[in-house]
């Protein structure tokens, strides 16, 4: 059972025009939602995240958006740059104790050309 | 800061072989993960210690896998025998603690340990 999906596995996109990447959650409990970094042969490192009483959270070029009605979440890079170029995991938490854990999703590969 | 430290970086293995992988977690970090990353797919939990007590494994195929944390500190990954599924990579990540809204983004991942079974 995915409880995260992000149902684009790749995505390419121009330099300097916008990437956006979605993801898709069916768990209703999730309250807390993040975006991942990673590159070839590094972990994932931590991007943008965003609370489940929040609808927007913005970082510099970065700007993650919940819509929790559709159970959807978006990533907005603008404008993006060649080292923007990873795969980015979408990823959800539940609860606040020491059993919370991250569930992510199956990541989707950007590609920035130029 | 030192980050997460992982190794061996690369193992390959024939199946039915025993391999295992090490993680010193950032200094002074209590929660410490486990997870394993198939191609293609996302990084899935494997297991969760608190210091050195066990908060989540229901995703370890305890038949083949094991994880140790004795002293609360760096944690042993162990597979034996190895399958041919069990070619990922395996990440080590750690964070302060997993209680409280404002540490939630602050779990550091490693580079990971690349798992080749053949």
């Known amino acids: 059972d995915q409880q995260v999906k992000q149902n684009s596995p790749s995505l390419s996109v121009q330099e300097g025009r916008i990437s956006i990447l979605n993801c898709d959650y069916t768990?209703?409990?999730?309250?807390?939602f993040l975006w991942y970094k990673k590159y070839p042969a590094e972990g994932p490192t931590f991007l943008i995240s965003i609370s489940s009483i929040k609808d927007k959270n913005e970082d510099g070029r970065f700007t993650v958006f919940l819509n929790k009605s559709a159970k959807h979440l978006s990533l907005h890079i603008v404008p993006s740059q060649p080292g923007d170029s990873a795969v980015y995991f979408c990823?959800?938490?539940?609860?606040?104790?020491?059993?919370?854990?991250?569930?992510f999703g199956s990541g989707t590969r950007l590609s920035i050309r130029p | 800061e030192a980050g997460v430290a992982q190794s061996p970086r690369y193992k390959i293995i024939e199946k039915r072989q025993s391999v295992a992988f090490w993680c010193n977690p950032i200094s002074g970090h209590a929660t410490l993960y486990w997870y394993q990353q198939i191609l293609g797919q996302g990084p899935k939990l494997l297991i969760q210690f608190q210091n050195n007590g066990v908060v989540d494994d229901s995703q370890l195929p305890k038949d083949r896998f094991s994880a140790e944390r004795l002293k609360g500190v760096d944690s042993t990954l162990k597979i034996q025998p190895a399958k041919l599924e069990d070619s990922a990579v395996y990440l080590c990540a750690s964070s302060l603690d997993a209680t409280g809204i404002s540490i939630r983004n602050t779990i550091y991942f490693g580079e990971g340990s690349w798992l080749t079974v053949v």
């Open positions: 768990n209703s409990m999730f309250d807390y």
């Open positions: 990823a959800a938490m539940t609860g606040y104790s020491s059993a919370s854990k991250i569930i």
